[in-house]
């Protein structure tokens, strides 16, 4: 069964593609929100009306090797509910793209794993070569943004597989702190293997 491509499939979801240009080593993609209203941000009103609109450039995942740079065309909406404090509010796109945000949401997230997985200098580098130019500094805004991922706690600190490996039994220690001596006890198996017999070493 074919389907039919198209160039909505490559933007984020709930956008509409209405023009793609290529400039130089740079693809521009003009966006718009496929629904006809918002929800106002303090009353939680729909509203259709809107007032003004506004362009937002943002960064997005890479293309075919060249860069790819959205302009989102985003709409002031007027609330038309009377005991509303406010008036005027632009229309929100979520995680997909979060106020104030110079990435969408796709890159953001690779960005994050890059920063947690190889630091700072090395993820700006290893970034650069997939196309997502971004600074030491950048990456570590973007840990404290986004947080360290969840951590399970162990539920095993030690395990000692076989006992007759090593069986460190004692550890001294002076007043000072200063180690005295380190005694170690081998487990050895006797020839007819019926008993073990322990035979203390002493490590200076």
């Known amino acids: ?11 984020p979801a709930g956008f509409i593609a209405e023009r793609i240009t290529h400039i130089g080593d740079e693809t521009c993609i003009l966006l718009s ?15 259709r ?16 090797g060249r860069r790819v740079r959205l302009l989102v065309r985003t709409r002031r909406f007027t609330c038309d509910a009377v005991l509303c404090g406010r008036q005027i509010f632009s229309e929100r796109f979520g995680d997909v793209l979060p106020s104030y945000a110079r990435r969408t949401g796709r890159p953001e997230h690779l960005v994050h794993h890059l920063a947690l997985a190889l630091g700072g200098r090395p993820a ?18 973007v840990i404290r943004r986004q947080g360290l991922p969840p951590s399970i706690p162990p539920s095993v600190i030690g ?4 006992m007759e490996a090593f069986d460190f039994t004692s550890l001294s220690y002076g007043i000072s702190g200063r180690r005295r001596n380190h005694t ?21």
Not at 33 to 47: E, V, W, Y
Not at 49 to 64: E, N
Not at 124 to 141: C, G, H, I, K, Y
Not at 159 to 162: E, G, L, V
């Open 49 to 64: 009306t809107v007032r003004s609109r506004y362009y937002r450039q943002v960064a997005d995942l890479p293309l075919s």
């Open 1 to 11: 069964m074919s389907t039919k491509f198209r160039p909505s499939d490559l933007v």
């Open 184 to 204: 170690a006890y081998r487990s050895t198996r006797t020839s007819q293997g019926k008993g073990e017999v322990r035979q203390p070493t002493t490590i200076r």
């Open 159 to 162: 395990k000692i597989d076989r």
């Open 124 to 141: 700006a580098l290893f970034a650069q070569q997939l196309m997502l130019p971004v600074s030491n500094d950048t990456l570590l805004r």
């Open 33 to 47: 929100r496929a629904g006809a209203t918002a929800s106002c941000l303090a009353c939680g009103r729909m509203s």
